[in-house]
């Protein structure tokens, strides 16, 4: 399975931004889906992640209530659409897949796609 990320850009503090991860050469629905970034000088961290039917959703602290994940199926895609943006949230971010036959997230992510950069200027 490959991944295209994309949806970044530049943005002022306050602003919004929807990220898309797309697959390719497998269909989306086996597979749970993290969002994680890379600032610089930091670990990468995950921001959101989702189960194989959107029926289970998990968020990093620092995003909780600003940052909404999702996913279509049918359009072999997963947003992540980031919203109330701080400077803080600079960063790159990638998504990343895992297969798996349970509807929870997991821990454990064996395909990555590229990633997408965020800037969110003061």
């Known amino acids: 399975v490959q991944l295209q990320a994309s949806g970044g850009g530049l943005v002022q503090a306050g602003g919004s931004l929807r990220l898309s991860c797309v697959f390719s050469?497998?269909?989306?629905?086996?597979?749970?889906v993290g969002w994680f970034r890379q600032a610089p000088g930091k670990e990468r961290e995950l921001a959101a992640a989702i189960g194989r039917n959107a029926g289970s959703t998990t968020y990093a602290d620092s995003v909780k209530g600003r940052f909404t994940i999702s996913r279509d199926n049918a359009k072999n895609t997963v947003y992540l659409q980031m919203n109330s943006l701080k400077p803080e949230d600079t960063a790159i971010y990638y998504c990343?897949?895992?297969?798996?036959?349970?509807?929870?997230?997991?821990?454990?992510?064996?395909?990555w796609g590229n990633g997408t950069l965020v800037t969110v200027s003061s």
């Open positions: 050469g497998r269909t989306s629905n086996n597979y749970a």
């Open positions: 990343a897949a895992q297969f798996t036959f349970s509807s929870f997230t997991t821990d454990t992510y064996n395909y």
